[in-house]
């Protein structure tokens, strides 16, 4: 069986994964807002159709140097507690591209580093890597 998916280069050395479904748009130079006290990878929010959406820069989570917010990928995931729709942002570097992925691809949990196992969903090879395909309720769930 074949699914694809999106991959976003986050900045970091490995690219992560999303659901071809789970992007909704990518938006260009968007016009965000800082929150006071909030951790510094999750500082920003944009407003997108009268819904404030909260924005996540993978790169500054994992350690990474702070990039400008230029590109975002704005992302939609089913609430599995409140069974809402919910809306996300994903500071990118370029512009994701899209993948096929099948089974003989699939990877065990304990192929990727410790610090993307709670935010995966599952993992994929690519191109030599393992891929973490991100589980975005987990990912957002704290700043929704």
């Not at 995931?77 to 512009?95: P, S």
Request: proline share 7%; charged share 10%; net charge negative.
């Amino acid at each position: 069986m074949t699914a694809h998916a999106w991959l976003l280069d986050t900045g970091l050395a490995t690219p992560m994964a999303i659901g071809q479904r789970e992007l909704l748009q990518i938006i260009t130079a968007p016009q965000t807002f800082s929150v006071p006290l909030c951790p510094e990878y999750a500082r920003h929010v944009l407003f997108w159709q009268q819904r404030m959406v909260p924005v996540m820069d993978f790169g500054l989570r994992m350690g990474a140097n702070p990039h400008p917010q230029n590109l975002l990928a704005l992302v939609g995931f089913h609430d599995a507690l409140t069974g809402v729709i919910q809306l996300g942002a994903i500071v990118l570097r370029q512009a994701p591209r899209q993948v096929a992925v099948n089974d003989a691809q699939a990877l065990q949990a304990e192929d990727l580093p410790v610090d993307w196992r709670a935010l995966a969903i599952s993992c994929f090879a690519h191109e030599g890597s393992a891929i973490p395909v991100l589980h975005l309720g987990k990912v957002f769930a704290a700043v929704h």
